[in-house]
């Protein structure tokens, strides 16, 4: 191992309930500590980030225009095919700038946008219908991701009862992170990775990962959290080092829905500290 201070975590987080998962190193590998990397987790808003990519990917191609107006509306397809259309709660969403648009426009750019920096809700639905989940499974495909999925939309509850989930592990979050930081063309084009690094900079929720980081670290990252579940996935640029990925994910029940500082996100906190000690030798 050449990371240390994480390896000294680790009997702390075995004693965590539940499962915790931890992939660092090197943007694109090999990693220089791992723990349950393969383990699979519901992805949370972690799958917004496949989603992004397969919207960049498709507008690359040509199958869709980002800046064309689609409707904006609180109405979508079950991945269950017999199953009767269903919503998004507003109460259940992050993003309240969406909402204001139901019944008119937004293009799919500044909704992907929104899907990130605020981990909208709403936003992820209308443009994971727009692209289809197809698209994101090439995405997946295309990074040597091979057990983590995007099967339906957000609160798809039909879906959900008959076992249609979204999955994610850490090692397939940084093998994506990475193919976007380093503009592979079995994902994408050194622009659209460019204007997706740019989106993931822009994050706005930093109450886990981004918290065990000095103030004013360059990151481009994307968390996810339901009631159970707390994930961090981020490329981290140092001032002083090379730029490397640390993504953890967590199913334990530390995390508490919405919460900003529940122990889980003080336990995503504790491993970005420890990557950020280690950074000189990953």
């Known amino acids: 191992m050449t990371a240390p201070t994480l390896a000294a975590l680790e009997p702390g987080l075995a004693a965590v309930p539940g499962t915790v998962s931890v992939w660092c190193g090197p943007i694109g590998g090999p990693p220089a500590y791992t723990r349950n990397p393969d ?22 191609a040509g199958a869709l225009d980002l800046d064309a107006e689609v ?26 700038q969406v909402w204001k648009k139901l019944g008119g426009t937004a ?59 979204n999955l994610v592990t850490a090692a397939d979050l940084a093998a994506l992170l990475s193919a976007i930081a380093r503009a592979d063309p079995a994902l994408a084009g050194p ?23 000095p103030p004013g670290t360059r990151v481009a990252h994307k968390n996810g959290w339901i ?4 994930h961090g996935a981020a490329l981290i640029f140092p001032a002083d080092a090379d730029p490397y990925c640390l993504v953890c994910c967590t199913t334990t029940p530390l995390a508490r829905h919405d919460s900003g500082e529940d122990e889980a996100c003080r336990l995503l906190a504790r491993v970005a500290a420890a990557s950020w000690a280690d950074r000189h030798t990953l």
């Open 107 to 165: 293009t799919l750019r500044w909704l992907a946008r929104r899907m990130i920096v605020v981990s909208g809700n709403l936003a992820a639905n209308i443009c994971l219908t727009a692209v289809g989940r197809d698209a994101v499974a090439q995405v997946w495909r295309a990074v040597g991701a091979e057990r983590s999925v995007v099967g339906r939309c957000i609160e798809d509850t039909a879906a959900a009862e008959r076992g249609v989930t």
């Open 227 to 230: 009631t159970g579940v707390r």
């Open 191 to 213: 622009h659209a990775c460019a204007e997706m690094l740019d989106v993931l900079f822009a994050q706005e929720r930093g109450e886990d990962l981004l918290a065990g980081l």
């Open 71 to 96: 409707p904006v509306r609180n109405r979508f397809r079950s991945a269950v095919p017999d199953a009767p259309p269903f919503g998004c709660r507003p109460e259940y969403d992050s993003d309240d």
């Open 39 to 60: 383990a699979t987790h519901y992805a949370a808003s972690t799958m917004k980030v496949a989603v992004l990519a397969a919207l960049y990917r498709a507008a690359e």
